[in-house]
């Protein structure tokens, strides 16, 4: 571990990723991206979905050509992936019709290796992982966990210097994706692995905290490496350590502390407001959050970290709805913690109508897409607007994916604060209309 | 049960601009077959020996088995057509354009319009021999059953996951790899399903293809096809029955032996990434897993196709995406304009073909023909609806009726049809009664149980918990029919008209006249005008009627069927 001076695995310069729209700005995933990977270390990539870290990978890895910038693999220009570097997905990516054993060989079979060396290594790797006896398995028979060690064997058998992971433990629950981390890291400091360097693509602040030796932080819309920590303490890590535990809500700081800015300025700011992407977050989890931040133990001020651990959300599905209820004037985030405001506590407080009142004053006060949809339908001779317009309008600022998540938003609350009505078949807004109910059965 | 997309509805294709160049593409192909059968229609057919068929029930286990073999070698050229188009269609964006279409518009051709022409091209190819008159039977089969396999291959290679994907393009695998471990299996359930359906339909056309008459000589293959048309001329009742027994017994054989083990087997390659619990193993694939000499044969074959399937075959690959790349404007246009080009005279061959000898007002007529035969398919549905809905709801949610019923449902649709308009004929002629309207039943003997069938399954894979609830809230009578069951059923039932209706226009060709003995039955609509045009040697009627049915088809699909099944499965499924 001490070739610092030896030539880099990987180094990344000025990457940049972006896709082309004819009406208006580039869409940009990834902006002015630097990353240099050297032997002998665990990176890890930590960022929100829609942070271009998945993308990232990808383009370490080959499979995609980034927009402009200079990828090198060991000194050499990448063009596709490269021999030495292997994959783990999220979602195992193994093929279910052939056995574990099929699996593993797959790659050793891509590179040509013959009939008895190929049994040998895939047999040394399923051993190596743990999966002895699982040879004649299929995919199916096997639990999470065990499919995640065959994704990991199947990546170990070809030799790789350098190990790519896509969120390789989300998909798993928690105990058996403990179970596996430590196993991986164990091996890793008893240098079993026939590996160089892992690099590792989380949104678990934790995870990545647990595993890596370097942490890139990156920032959404576009994104960029926010924030670049090494973590100093020794393997294996305890999770308990107050020095542990600082550092986790150090990150929780930086990733909260970043997102409300970037929605206040973004790139191209429309005048009404309606680049703002919108998580369709359920009214009922709004709810439900804020009922249980007014109550015990909080009484009014959570720390996030802590938050997450009781709710069992990752943060990916906190920070969205954290920074709803803030966009909404329910709850404020600041590093690292959420407090409930003064209409938050109204909110809770009220009866269910009257929630629905309240919703509904904020979310015209602080969505303009909805007020924009309701001027439109009010405008209409036939109160009817369809939904094309505004998603197209809506594009103009976004990812089509974006546009999608932020017109579910508004249709889920709109709809719940009595603004509009949406009609899924004719894919319409429209007004709601008193009649419509008395003739319901 | 599985339930798959049928292949006419499959996609989010809409009518377009592809679909007109595809259609007049299509129809160029076809006369110029009849271009090229016409210049050899001069070599006398008579100079090939025709083998006399015997009515002695003896020789049928040998025409059975005859035509069998016709099915299953159009069966392996359907599988090489499959494999080659759907892929060059899946790989190349600019092939797929206007190869689609055209598989679109393929699939709604009333293929037994061109019987006799292709027959003709097939012996003008091999003169005098009986290689071409088999030929042109097996091609007629092939296009029975190429079109929905290849869509069905086409669809899977188009929806390949994504991770899948990327883990074949990561750890390098060169495309021949990539197509044996990747897209045929993942595309295995679906085409087995649609291979299956193909067999079945397959039968039809294996009986319609074996005696053919062209001009004033009929030309008869050994086949079971070819004993029911002797039988029929010779007004042999008897032999009718033994032909309808031993075809009972094939379409058994094929059912228990090939049918079923091959469905279970292909759940195998079912991309889901739980195990789920399927039905009993059909005693034909536990004969070949259990069994050891079975087990060391599969083994054996099994070992040599791998090997075959890793071969690298290294052909130049593109494992890197670069997703701001753009396809070239220049060539996106010469392509385009290549494709114009070729419609436009297409197109022009066409209306020179067909103007020289036809006025307006035979398009008129057919069009008039047209809608009668389209009367008849709807009042058939209307009709087979009526009868088979309540039967198959009623089927499907008791699952001990299901477990008789749906087998015998399959195995029925597997059924030639052709075989059992004999009887049906007799008693028109007996009875004295009107062709018009009593030998419309015949368009849908053979095509209703895929209504019956899909309806069995829809009620069966009724969830439970709504059963009970439906109960809880007593909910009985016509409101259980219209907000219960047959919003339950109606993609499943959809699934099945549409292939009971797309038969249904093909078989009016064969159904709507029909002879018994000397006695001729004639009814009106487009498959009668169809076939009597083929029978006068009116080259330009079947191509301008051929036409015409096939714009009905389509229009039929895109208007009526697609929509209503985007919005049966949009708002019957949950989430």
Redesign the interface.
Known sequence: MDQTFTQPLVSIRNCRQAYHKEASADLVVLDDVDLTLHEGEIVALLGRSGSGKSTLLRIVSGLLKPTAGEVKWRGQDLKGPAEGVAMVFQSFALFPWLTVQENVELGLEALGVKKDERDERSEDAIDLIGLGGYDTAYPKELSGGMRQRVGLARALVVHPDLLLMDEPFSALDVLTAETLRTDLIDLWMEKKLPLKSILIVTHNIEEAVLMADRILVFSSNPGRVAHELKVPFPHPRNRFDPAFRQMVDDIYGIMTRRAPKEVQAPATAAPTGFATPLYPVSTNLMAGLLETLSGPPYHGRADLPALAAALQFEVDELLPLGETLQLLGFARLEEGDIFLTDTGRKFVDAETEQRQEIFSEQLRAHVPLVNAIRSVIDQRSNHRAPALRFRDELEDHMSPEYAEETLRAVITWGRYAEIFEYDEEAQQFSLEEEDEEDEAE | MSNYTPTALAGRRLPNRWDGAALLIVMGLLLALVGVGRGTIHISLTTIQNQPIHLDPKWLPYYALRSTARMFLALLFSLLFTLTYATLAAKSRRAAMVLIPILDILQSVPILGFLTFTTVFFLGLFPGQVMGAELASVFVIFTSQAWNMAFSFYQALTTL?M??Q??S??????PW?KFW??DV?FA?PGLVWNTMLSMSGGWFFVVASEAVTVGNTTFTLPGIGSYVATALAEKNLPAIFYAILTMLVVIFLYDQLLFRPLVAWSG????????TLSGPEPWMLKLLRRTALFQEIGDRIGAVLRSIA?L?LALPA?????????PSKLIDGLWFAVIGLIALYAGWRIIEFVSATLHWRDLGTAVLMGAFTMIRVIVLMAIAALIWVPIGVWIGLRPKATRVAQPIAQFLAAFPANLLFPPFVLMIVHFHLSPDIWLTPLMLIGTQWYVLFNVIAGAAAFPGDMKEAVANFHIKGVLWWRKVMIPGILPYFITGAITASGGAWNASIVAEVASWGNDNLTAHGLGAYIAQATNNGDTPRVVLGVVVMSCFVITFNRILWRPLYD?AT??TTLG
């Not at chain 2, 195998?268 to 195990?275: P, S, Y």
Request: one cysteine or more; a positive charge; proline letters at 5%.
């Open positions: 996951p991770d899948l990327e883990a393009r990561c750890f390098r695998l060169s790899q471990r990747l299996p295995m195998k390659f079912r991309f889901e990434t739980t195990a890793s690298r593109k494992y890197q995406v670069d997703e701001n790349a753009e919005y949009r708002r």
